[in-house]
């Protein structure tokens, strides 16, 4: 099955792009920052997302990572 058809692998899809947008950010920021608008600022928002709203986002890995084992 696809992570796009089942609710809890898109989820999870999301959350790690998140993540890995943010850190991706954070180690080289010219290659996140030159993209703004287009498809490509889907991962400049992803980013934006990770860095405000970072303790949400660490929550929500630590849950997930719960369902997962669990």
């Known amino acids: 099955m696809s992570a796009l058809f089942h609710f809890q692998s898109l ?5 790690l792009m998140i993540c890995t947008c943010t850190y991706v950010k954070a180690q080289f920021p010219s290659l996140i920052d030159k993209n703004r608008t287009g498809f490509l600022g889907l991962f400049w928002k992803a980013a934006r997302i990770g860095e405000r709203l970072s303790p949400y986002v660490s929550i929500c890995c630590v849950l997930m990572a719960l369902r997962v084992l669990f």
């Open 11 to 15: 989820l999870l899809v999301i959350l």
